[in-house]
């Protein structure tokens, strides 16, 4: 997976949108009572998704390697260069000059990055000029554009 855009968050006010008290479930329909409105808490996604406002960036997904782990063409992801790459941790990696998205694991006992997609096999970390620049925090993938 390559990355179409990086961009860097700017300063902007905290924008509290209304979080609903009731966790969706598949299958569940409906809304809640109208007399939850007079107690219901806010979201702010800012809070939710960034850890840490100095470390992170945002980036925009293209390609179809990661789908297998939830990312897809388009999807927005939330970086923290602040995290220390382990195992299993979905990476930014700039590998000999290409910008990848890939999970950081073992393939034959040796680190490799591997995609989500069964066409693209693992890469090999040894003896490759390979600089990790952040952990996927989160993924926004949008239903409609």
Request: some cysteine; overall charge negative.
């Amino acid at each position: 997976m390559v990355i179409v855009m990086l961009s860097l968050p700017h300063a902007c006010a905290p924008l509290a949108l209304p979080l609903l008290p009731v966790c969706a479930q598949a299958g569940f329909s409906g809304f809640p009572s109208p007399a939850q409105d007079y107690e219901s808490p806010t979201l702010d996604l800012n809070t939710r998704l960034i850890k840490n406002p100095a470390t992170t960036f945002y980036l925009t997904a293209a390609g179809e390697s990661m789908q297998g782990w939830g990312i897809f063409h388009g999807d927005l992801l939330v970086v923290d260069r602040s995290i220390t790459p382990r195992l299993g941790h979905i990476v930014v990696a700039l590998l000999e000059g290409e910008l990848l998205i890939k999970r950081y694991a073992l393939h034959r006992n040796e680190p490799h990055l591997c995609s989500g997609h069964p066409h693209y096999g693992p890469v090999a970390l040894r003896e490759r000029e390979c600089e990790i620049w952040g952990v996927v925090r989160a993924v926004v993938h949008e239903y409609l554009s």
